[in-house]
């Protein structure tokens, strides 16, 4: 099993971050409307500082526990901190593979990979915190094995 590049902790920080300012931001209003007898600043404070603790800690044990592996038939992903997914996808139900990065990601050297499969909406799979080089190297893997898993001519069930 494979583990994330641990630079992902950076941008899932960032995103904790974020949340938590405005969080606090939106508590700091709320205190002013309500005209609440607590002063807005200690307020957004106390709810930034909650935040981005538990967002920090959710961090951690989230890429503690997320694993994928390329197996000869199958991607298989491991994840989630309160409730463990795990998701097995066949090559023959691949539809395609797309490499995505956005711009902490890419001042990082990191990417995703996305793999969307047949099925209902939203029925696709994500690969974060992959350096570069080898999310290149499992959407290029990906991508042949499930051209390799597709059925010949003549092969399948008929409808």
């Known amino acids: 099993m494979e583990r994330l590049d641990r630079r992902v902790v950076v941008v899932w920080l960032w995103r ?4 938590a300012a405005v969080l606090a931001g939106i508590a700091g209003v709320a205190v002013t409307a309500l005209n609440v007898d607590v002063n807005r600043l ?3 404070a106390g709810v930034f500082v909650a935040v981005a603790a538990l967002g920090s800690l959710h961090v ?10 390329v197996r000869e038939d199958t991607l ?6 309160l409730v463990t997914v795990r998701t097995t996808v066949p090559y023959v139900r ?5 490499s995505r990065r956005g ?5 990082l050297g990191l990417g995703r990979v996305v793999v969307y499969t047949a099925g209902s909406r939203g029925a696709d799979v994500s690969i ?8 290149d190297d499992v959407q ?10 597709e059925p010949e001519d003549g092969e399948g069930d008929a409808v």
């Open 103 to 107: 711009p902490l990601e890419r001042v």
């Open 76 to 81: 298989y992903i491991e994840r989630g901190v």
């Open 60 to 69: 951690a044990l989230r890429y503690r526990a997320w694993r994928f592996d």
């Open 42 to 44: 200690v307020a957004a």
């Open 128 to 135: 974060p915190g992959l350096e570069v080089a080898r999310a």
């Open 16 to 19: 904790v971050a974020v949340y």
């Open 94 to 98: 691949v539809q395609h593979v797309d």
């Open 140 to 149: 290029e893997t990906l991508r042949h094995l499930a051209i390799e898993s």
